[in-house]
């Protein structure tokens, strides 16, 4: 699976942005697919995930930090996955990651190359 994020960029705080991640490659063995970030001199931390584990619409979970701002959809059709964001705070300024979770002999992360968000105040 290929995973290829785009969307970031300089907001100002209470700014919206949109993140997007096409996948490629073995998409049906996606199951889960969602977003993590990195803050300058902190550790990846999830941001949302979606989880299939068989069910058709799936299960989206938020982090704490995001709920209420955040919306994570993905169009199974173009296999794409978006990560709406809005009221953002300079707290959220990261460099996010499109993730997927695909089940082959083992249960295999992917990630995709990094996309900056800034938010400043």
């Known amino acids: 699976v290929q995973l290829q994020a785009s969307g970031g960029g300089l907001v100002q705080a209470g700014g919206s942005l949109r993140l997007s991640c096409a996948a490629s490659g073995s998409t049906s063995s996606i199951n889960r697919i969602g977003w993590y970030r990195q803050a300058a001199g902190k550790q990846r931390e999830v941001v949302a995930i979606i989880r299939y584990g068989g069910r058709p619409g799936g299960q989206t979970n938020y982090a704490d930090s995001v709920k209420g701002r955040f919306t994570v959809s993905r169009d199974n059709a173009q296999n794409t996955m978006t990560l709406q964001m809005n009221s953002l705070k300079p707290e959220d300024t990261a460099v996010y990651y499109c993730?997927?979770?695909?089940?082959?002999?083992?249960?295999?992360?992917?990630w995709g190359k990094g996309t900056q968000v800034t938010v400043s105040s």
């Open positions: 993730y997927a979770e695909v089940v082959q002999a083992l249960l295999t992360d992917y």
